[in-house]
């Protein structure tokens, strides 16, 4: 792909951009908080289950937000669980990252028209990187979430700082 | 095992005439009618007494009649012993409303009540813990009734979209 | 999250209030647990729900329409989305008072007793994910995938497919579902077995389960218990068999009881050991259905236009994998409902977690949670 250049033949030197090996390393094992609040959780698991293996991406769940990369918030977002979250995503240490899985963390999902005590949309409490649409979204679906988001990863810069719009606002 | 024709006599028997009341839509499960005041002494004979024996409540829940501007629970009791089924209703009126609590004798009614109040504002007397359960616990509003707007923000989030 | 309290009783004994959750690994869901501990014995258990309340009643009356409200029961307990369906369904069809064919009953317990068997999958998976056995869960979800497969052809979602309607199904089976189902079947028995060389007689697994949370059948009856966490106290309580609802008078099978086998009657152990006997019934009942269903009949023939049932209420309830869910429904002759009331079983299994929970130690808590199989979609609905 063209990230590992080798400079010399048969030697155990390589010659490589220190950004782009930060990079590789850190989109290579992306820790998630497992966060499952409602049905997306169960695809969430399907997806960490033999068929649908997270592993061997490198990602693999743990518990306390202080040692994860990402949080994939996996199911519906109510008024009185958002203050948690925030709590939750401000625990997280940086480089952090945020998945939105499904439609009712995207926008309020089915829950748009009379839910009056669903948050319509993650969105309006935290940033997010990338959203992932499903009702639940499929396995596959959420792998390729996080494909986007090894994208977005290497695409990054250790030198700017992340685009300061994006900062959580205060609630 | 009683029909619930039968059930209704027998308290008719036990209560007097005036007191319970036997209704039934055009489909469907008929119902009785019970005044709240003699709510406890009902639900401790329909527990206790030996033809009976309603050991098991199944479903207690709340409802508004905004025509009527009356709030009204109805509990759904199971019997596993005998294998007979009753229903009955309670009202009270909506702006101040209060039933007496069946905690005591069935405990299922603890959070079936409190979830009760939650929705619609009927307060149960003796509940030995009277408060929210599903909404947080500085909402405003009753929701599940007929004329509830949502507030437009709760904690400086929308609620709307 | 820690939030740690640290106060003097009367008999000048510290007691913690330590918070589980609503963030957890082992919470099955958001639920706080408020734990009241005298060192590390807990005296006292404060659930607090709520954290997942999506106002599925305020729904069903603001939709407009019976049918729309399908997809929502789904969501409420969504790992076992099929039982939720037929228990809303079978109540309107009593309102309606209309006859369903024979094949859409038929069809109907199929694929209610497949999901039974992947829901019990997930809870034992889970179950022993808990505790810290890590090979079961995997084990199970490959076995849940494989129902989960049979459920896309079927109806073309793996989790959630508002597949029953008023009156009949939305699309009939294709050609091979029966022969999927059947070979699934076969090659599911002696996976049970495998399960139970590896996780239920397992010493590690039996001592952290047996003689811990146990709940006494009078205590269960007056809590309303149902369902596993009914049966795992010796209660011989199936509605099934005892007050049948659809054709499951038809059908021949046992109802496993608990009764204490490497413990008490009524602990952990017990209500574990129920769930997985009743998934090897669950496959007896499929077996029987698949070769009594009747060949060819419309599944969308008795499906009304228009549902517009009189003046009336109903209170129905049927036997899903967590015990007895009903569904109580007042119509006003409009064209929407005028009350729906879900009574999950969750809700009430998880307010008796206080009385079988004193006395035991914080690791025995997450066997208790984990052994009564909540769900917290359907206890906050």
Same mark, same amino acid.
């Given at each position: /792909? =063209?990230?590992?250049?080798?400079?010399?033949?048969?030697?155990?030197?390589?010659?490589?951009?220190?950004?782009?090996?930060?990079?590789?390393?850190?989109?290579?094992?992306?820790?998630?908080?497992?966060?499952?609040?409602?049905?997306?959780?169960?695809?969430?698991?399907?997806?960490?289950?033999?068929?649908?293996?997270?592993?061997?991406?490198?990602?693999?769940?743990?518990?306390?937000?202080?040692?994860?990369?990402?949080?994939?918030?996996?199911?519906?977002?109510? /008024?009185?669980?958002?203050?948690?979250?925030?709590?939750?995503?401000?625990? /997280?240490?940086?480089?952090?990252?945020?998945?939105?899985? =499904?439609?009712?963390?995207?926008?309020? =999902?089915?829950?748009?028209?009379? =839910?009056?005590?669903?948050?319509?949309?993650?969105?309006?409490?935290?940033?997010?990187?990338?959203?992932?649409?499903?009702?639940?979204?499929?396995?596959?679906?959420?792998?390729?979430?996080?494909?986007?988001?090894?994208?977005?990863?290497?695409?990054?810069?250790?030198?700017?700082?992340?685009?300061?719009?994006?900062?959580?606002?205060?609630? | 095992?009683?029909?619930?024709?039968?059930?209704?006599?027998?308290?008719?028997?036990?209560?007097?005439?005036?007191?319970?009341?036997?209704?039934?839509?055009?489909?469907?499960?008929?119902?009785?009618?019970?005044?709240a005041?003699?709510l406890k002494?009902?639900?401790?004979?329909?527990?206790?007494?030996?033809?009976?024996?309603?050991?098991?409540?199944?479903?207690l829940?709340g409802?508004?009649?905004?025509?009527?501007?009356?709030l009204?629970v109805?509990?759904?009791?199971?019997?596993?012993?005998?294998?007979?089924?009753?229903?009955?209703?309670?009202?009270t009126?909506?702006?101040q409303p209060e039933i007496p609590s069946v905690e005591s004798?069935?405990k299922t009614a603890n959070w079936h009540e409190r979830e009760a109040m939650d929705m619609f504002g009927i307060l149960f007397k003796d509940h030995p813990n009277m408060k929210r359960i599903l909404c947080p616990d500085d909402w405003?509003?009753y929701?599940?009734?007929?004329?509830?707007?949502?507030?437009?923000?709760?904690?400086?989030?929308?609620?709307?979209? | 999250?820690?939030?740690?309290?640290? $106060?003097?009783?009367?008999?000048?004994?510290?007691?913690?209030?330590?918070?589980?959750? *609503?963030?957890?690994?082992?919470?099955?869901?958001?639920?706080?647990?408020? %734990?009241?501990?005298? #060192?590390?014995?807990?005296?006292?258990?404060r659930p607090n729900i709520g954290?997942?309340?999506?106002? +599925?009643?305020?729904?069903?009356?603001?939709?407009?329409?019976?049918?729309?409200?399908?997809?929502?029961?789904?969501?409420?307990?969504?790992?076992? @989305?099929?039982?939720? &369906?037929?228990?809303?369904?079978?109540?309107?069809?009593?309102? %309606?008072?209309?006859?369903?064919?024979?094949?859409?009953?038929?069809? !109907?317990?199929?694929?209610?007793?497949?999901?039974?068997?992947?829901?019990?999958?997930?809870?034992?998976?889970?179950?022993?994910?808990?505790?810290?056995?890590?090979?079961?869960?995997?084990?199970?979800?490959?076995?849940?995938?494989?129902?989960?497969?049979?459920?896309?052809?079927?109806?073309?979602?793996?989790? %959630?497919?508002?597949?029953?309607?008023?009156?009949?199904?939305?699309?009939?089976?294709?050609?091979?579902?029966?022969?999927?189902?059947?070979?699934?079947?076969? $090659? +599911?028995?002696?996976?049970?077995?495998?399960?139970?060389? %590896?996780?239920?007689?397992?010493?590690?697994?039996?001592?952290?389960?047996?003689?811990?949370?146990?709940? *006494?059948?009078?205590?269960?009856?007056?809590?309303? @218990?149902?369902? *596993?966490?009914?049966?795992?106290?010796?209660?011989?309580?199936?509605?099934?068999?005892?007050?049948?609802?659809?054709?499951?008078? !038809?059908?021949?099978?046992?109802?496993?009881? #608990?009764?204490?086998?490497?413990?008490?009657?009524?602990?952990?152990?017990?209500?574990?050991?129920?769930?997985?006997?009743?998934? &090897?019934?669950?496959?007896?009942?499929?077996?029987?259905?698949?070769?009594?269903?009747?060949?060819?009949?419309?599944?969308?023939?008795?499906? *009304?236009?228009?549902?517009?049932?009189?003046? #009336?209420?109903?209170?129905?309830?049927?036997?899903?994998?967590?015990?007895?869910?009903?569904?109580?429904?007042?119509?006003?002759?409009?064209?929407?409902?005028?009350?729906?009331?879900?009574?999950?079983?969750?809700?009430?299994?998880?307010s008796?977690?206080p009385?079988?929970?004193?006395? $035991?130690?914080?690791?025995?808590?997450?066997?208790?949670?984990?052994?009564?199989?909540?769900?917290? #979609?359907?206890?906050?609905?």
């Amino acid at each position: /792909m =063209g990230i590992l250049d080798k400079k010399y033949h048969d030697s155990t030197i390589i010659i490589v951009n220190l950004q782009s090996a930060l990079n590789w390393a850190r989109k290579n094992s992306l820790w998630y908080e497992q966060f499952g609040l409602a049905c997306c959780a169960i695809e969430m698991m399907a997806t960490a289950a033999s068929k649908y293996d997270f592993d061997r991406f490198g990602i693999i769940p743990r518990s306390s937000p202080r040692q994860s990369d990402v949080m994939i918030v996996a199911g519906t977002v109510t /008024m009185k669980m958002a203050s948690r979250i925030k709590r939750l995503y401000e625990q /997280m240490s940086e480089p952090r990252y945020v998945i939105s899985m =499904g439609s009712c963390s995207n926008c309020g =999902g089915p829950y748009w028209e009379h =839910g009056y005590h669903v948050l319509k949309g993650v969105d309006k409490v935290i940033p997010v990187d990338v959203y992932v649409p499903g009702c639940p979204p499929r396995p596959e679906a959420l792998l390729e979430g996080f494909i986007k988001l090894q994208e977005k990863i290497s695409g990054e810069t250790i030198i700017k700082e992340k685009n300061p719009e994006l900062k959580a606002e205060k609630v | 095992m009683k029909q619930q024709e039968e059930i209704f006599e027998y308290l008719q028997k036990e209560f007097g005439e005036e007191t319970v009341e036997f209704y039934k839509g055009d489909v469907g499960q008929p119902w009785l009618k019970l005044p709240a005041e003699y709510l406890k002494k009902m639900a401790n004979f329909l527990r206790d007494n030996a033809e009976l024996r309603f050991n098991t409540l199944m479903c207690l829940s709340g409802t508004h009649y905004p025509d009527k501007s009356e709030l009204g629970v109805t509990y759904h009791l199971h019997s596993t012993l005998h294998g007979h089924t009753v229903a009955f209703k309670v009202a009270t009126p909506a702006d101040q409303p209060e039933i007496p609590s069946v905690e005591s004798i069935w405990k299922t009614a603890n959070w079936h009540e409190r979830e009760a109040m939650d929705m619609f504002g009927i307060l149960f007397k003796d509940h030995p813990n009277m408060k929210r359960i599903l909404c947080p616990d500085d909402w405003q509003g009753y929701p599940l009734r007929k004329d509830y707007k949502p507030q437009e923000y709760y904690q400086s989030m929308p609620t709307g979209t | 999250m820690i939030e740690q309290k640290i $106060s003097h009783t009367e008999n000048g004994q510290t007691e913690m209030v330590i918070n589980m959750g *609503p963030q957890h690994p082992s919470t099955h869901g958001v639920l706080r647990l408020e %734990l009241v501990l005298d #060192g590390e014995v807990i005296t006292d258990v404060r659930p607090n729900i709520g954290y997942l309340h999506r106002s +599925f009643e305020k729904y069903a009356e603001s939709l407009g329409d019976y049918a729309k409200v399908i997809p929502y029961t789904d969501r409420m307990d969504y790992v076992s @989305a099929m039982n939720q &369906e037929h228990g809303y369904v079978l109540a309107i069809e009593q309102l %309606l008072e209309i006859e369903v064919p024979e094949r859409v009953e038929y069809m !109907r317990v199929i694929v209610a007793e497949l999901q039974r068997v992947a829901s019990h999958l997930l809870a034992i998976g889970t179950f022993g994910l808990d505790l810290g056995a890590f090979t079961p869960f995997l084990y199970c979800f490959t076995e849940r995938e494989k129902i989960l497969n049979i459920f896309e052809k079927a109806t073309g979602a793996r989790l %959630l497919y508002n597949y029953m309607t008023v009156g009949g199904l939305m699309r009939d089976i294709t050609g091979d579902f029966k022969t999927e189902t059947s070979s699934f079947i076969n $090659s +599911f028995r002696p996976k049970i077995k495998e399960l139970n060389d %590896l996780l239920s007689y397992n010493s590690i697994f039996i001592k952290r389960t047996a003689n811990i949370g146990v709940l *006494p059948a009078d205590v269960a009856l007056n809590y309303a @218990a149902s369902g *596993p966490v009914l049966r795992g106290s010796g209660v011989q309580w199936d509605l099934r068999k005892n007050d049948p609802y659809s054709i499951y008078d !038809r059908f021949d099978f046992e109802v496993p009881v #608990g009764k204490g086998e490497v413990g008490t009657v009524g602990d952990c152990w017990d209500r574990y050991i129920v769930r997985v006997r009743e998934m &090897e019934q669950s496959l007896k009942i499929i077996e029987q259905a698949l070769e009594s269903m009747p060949g060819e009949g419309d599944v969308k023939e008795a499906v *009304p236009k228009r549902i517009r049932p009189k003046e #009336g209420e109903v209170y129905v309830r049927t036997e899903t994998p967590r015990g007895e869910l009903g569904y109580y429904i007042i119509s006003d002759k409009s064209a929407a409902p005028f009350r729906v009331k879900a009574r999950a079983p969750s809700f009430v299994h998880l307010s008796l977690l206080p009385a079988i929970s004193k006395g $035991s130690l914080i690791a025995d808590m997450v066997a208790i949670v984990g052994s009564i199989d909540i769900v917290l #979609g359907e206890v906050d609905r």
